[in-house]
């Protein structure tokens, strides 16, 4: 079955960096798109970063332009969310998420509904 297992979340002070990786297993890694939601405490899930199946193609929310950045390795059926200039209002569980496309469609993904798959999530905590 598809599992995707994210890793790397922990308590980190304001200012600081955490990247977090999900590893992919039960499918076939480069025909889905792969994104990043999180979700607060009373908060309703928010996009965070998408990427497309080459990499060639990435989205990141508006919260955390200029400061978090996405990839993923094909090869290693990874991918990674890299998180720098952290705030506490960055404090969320982080899931990571599997969405599929057709050939010839290679588009990162924003909206959560069109996602067939997600992690557990892993807690990320930003003190100030």
């Known amino acids: 079955q598809v599992q995707l297992v994210e890793s790397g979340g922990g308590l980190v002070q304001a200012g600081g960096s955490l990247r977090l990786s999900c590893a992919a297993s039960g499918l076939t890694f480069s025909w889905y798109a792969m994104g990043w939601f999180r979700q607060a405490p009373g908060k309703e899930r928010e996009f965070v970063a998408g990427?497309?199946?080459?990499?060639?193609?990435?989205e990141l929310g508006d919260s955390v332009k200029g400061r978090f950045g996405i990839s993923r390795d094909n090869a290693k059926n990874t991918v990674d969310l890299q998180m720098n200039s952290l705030k506490p209002e960055d404090t969320a569980v982080y899931y990571c998420?599997?969405?599929?496309?057709?050939?010839?469609?290679?588009?990162?993904?924003?909206?959560?509904?069109?996602?067939?798959?997600w992690g557990q999530g892993t807690q990320v905590t930003v003190s100030s």
């Open positions: 998420a599997a969405d599929f496309q057709v050939t010839g469609l290679d588009v990162a993904v924003t909206t959560s509904r069109e996602y067939d798959y």
């Open positions: 990427i497309s199946r080459s990499g060639g193609s990435t």
